[in-house]
């Protein structure tokens, strides 16, 4: 037997992660001893909050270690409903599911809603995994191209020219990754109106809600009304705004029905999150907000002093990003197709990014900076000086 057969087909049609492969090949340079500036990472450089290790330690010792429900701990759940209501959304315990980190909310949410031949549109530049999801669910993923020019964000008038018959559910991701764009009211009002006359479900990814800048305020587009709201996933987490990417909680709320289709799932696949950092999420949801305001300020001087450096490189353009920690840049004056030029940026400068194909924009590469500021500093003068030579 060939190995090919031995394979789903459904698995045969995702791709690898680039952001992964990137990484790894700069962790194997820095095996070796070299001297890499990771700009690949997609998560926060700053240590978990003391006061909620402190509470995980407690949950060891107290020996709550065992299985809990499926959606989540009744506590935890209570409290992302206090934490939703921030957000001008009201949902009950009930309709909470606690999951292994937003990325699996987000899965459990498309397979509760997709069926084989079921469209998803998805806004392009995207997160990596949002198709290879969809993919898996046996659905077609629709991709509308957004330019740069419009911040990279969807209107309704795009949305409303690639709906068709078999169009089921519209991705947003606001903060966005990659690009850090950020949707306004006025803009999450119009797509609102459009999905509730089409009956299109919307999947809200707010991971990124605490990392806005200049004094920007994230809008919830499930909050703009009950039609809408009763159409809309909102999926958040504890990775991004508490720096607790390792330790996996992510969470959503919707529609009662909805709910329990993903809570069937999560029992047969599975089961609850673990015990342990729905404690630690407990402590998390109970801390004030100066530990998320703390690192927005800072990811912010970090924003602006990238910024200030890519603007002296010719051939380089970008968008000011309004949230998250990326930096979405268009290489298209470089003449290199995006693998090549992170590829070639990583063995000849010692500097990792992400090539931006896989995001779906083959003439750009994203820029972390979740990293400090000498190592930005450092990495942009490599790029810097790299750039010069091609």
Request: charged share 25%; aromatic share 8%.
């Amino acid at each position: 037997m060939r190995i090919e057969t031995r394979v789903s087909e459904r698995v045969k049609k995702i791709h690898s992660s680039s952001t992964l492969a990137i990484t790894s090949k700069a962790k194997k340079l820095k095996s070796e001893g070299k001297d890499v500036i990771n700009f690949a990472a997609g998560e926060p450089d700053f240590d978990t909050p003391l006061a909620i290790k402190e509470q995980a330690i407690e949950a060891i010792k107290s020996g709550f270690t065992k299985y809990t429900p499926t959606t989540g701990i009744p506590e935890l759940r209570q409290l992302i409903c206090e934490k939703f209501k921030t957000n001008s959304l009201s949902y009950e315990p009930s309709q909470i599911v606690v999951s292994s980190g937003a990325k699996h909310s987000i899965f459990n949410a498309m397979l509760a809603l997709i069926d084989k031949g079921d469209e998803v549109i998805i806004p392009s530049p995207f997160w990596v995994s949002y198709p290879e999801m969809v993919h898996v669910c046996e659905g077609t993923p629709r991709f509308i191209k957004t330019t740069a020019e419009n911040n990279f964000k969807l209107s309704a008038q795009e949305l409303q020219a690639h709906i068709g018959p078999h169009t089921k559910l519209l991705v947003l991701n606001s903060p966005s990754n990659p690009t850090g764009s950020v949707y306004r009211k006025e803009e999450l009002q119009e797509l609102a109106a459009l999905c509730v006359s089409k009956k299109i479900f919307v999947l809200s990814d707010e991971i990124y809600e605490h990392l806005m800048y200049d004094g920007l305020r994230h809008v919830s587009i499930g909050s703009l009304g009950k039609e809408i709201y009763n159409l809309t996933i909102t999926v958040n987490g504890l990775s991004k705004s508490f720096s607790m990417t390792g330790w996996r909680i992510g969470y959503l709320g919707a529609p009662a029905d909805i709910v329990e289709a993903i809570s069937k799932l999560q029992d047969h696949s599975t089961s609850n999150p673990c015990s342990i950092s729905q404690k630690a999420a407990v402590a998390a949801l109970g801390m004030s907000d100066e530990f998320t305001k703390s690192m927005a300020g800072e990811f912010q001087k970090r924003r602006d002093y990238i910024a200030n450096r890519l603007q002296s490189i010719k051939k380089i353009k970008f968008v000011m990003p309004q949230g998250a920690f990326y930096v979405f840049c268009d290489i298209s004056r470089t003449r290199l197709p995006s693998d090549v030029f992170a590829s070639r940026l990583l063995q000849e400068a010692l500097v990792a990014l992400v090539p931006g194909g896989s995001f779906g924009r083959d003439d750009y590469v994203r820029i972390s900076f979740a990293t400090g500021l000498t190592h930005i500093e450092k990495g942009m003068d490599r790029i810097e000086e790299w750039i010069k030579l091609l």
